[in-house]
């Protein structure tokens, strides 16, 4: 019987898990941290990776939508690794700390959408 | 501003929002909370929504994989409802706390896709 709780299967992650795993660029710097990520009710599918950065004990703090296939797992880092520079992140769409009402905006989404080049999840 | 944090859009869900979240029967027995989901790496698919049940401050509480389709959001009751009876539940697949070993089982997924009757993720 396992002791250490096992949330992590070959192919399966927990989003317990996904929560509060850190983010680093190329340059490995540490960007920010996972927060949440938003699940599309209909499909189920993870549309982004909520990522919190900046601040401090939650002051200032700013959070970033990210499109989930923006990131990639580095195991060995034990993080996600995206391809954007800290000048770039501070460019992207980001959201006040706590208001999500952003993420009911389809044009706000739209912005994200077109700063990671992604396939739009309502499309 | 808000001050209240909405972590609910009209079609995106929080993971954080569904953690914790009661789940019914269509008797209107609490079956059991959300504990977390399980999302496959590969192509961003929320798989399973664990529910905990049982047990007492985590004694003994089982774990039990749900197909995530299988869940209804019920607004006006703040929860999930499933149409199962607490025996059925307690026949279905579960895991011990702590232990998600078995969803690296294929065997053991299965299972779970079997009782919910649903597509495989894999397939």
Redesign the interface.
Known sequence: ????????????????Q??GTPVYNLEREKLGTV??????????????A?MAFGGFLGLGEKRHPMT??TMI?DKQREGYVVSLSREELEGAPNM?A????E??DRDYEETVYTHYKAQPY?L
Chains 1, 2 share one sequence.
Do not use: C, F, H, K
């Open positions: 019987m396992d002791t250490i709780p096992e949330i992590q299967t070959t192919r399966l992650i927990s989003s317990s996904v929560e927060d949440s990520v938003m699940i599309d009710r209909e499909s189920g599918q993870v549309v982004y909520v989930w296939n797992y006040n706590g208001a999500y009402g993420l009911a309502w």
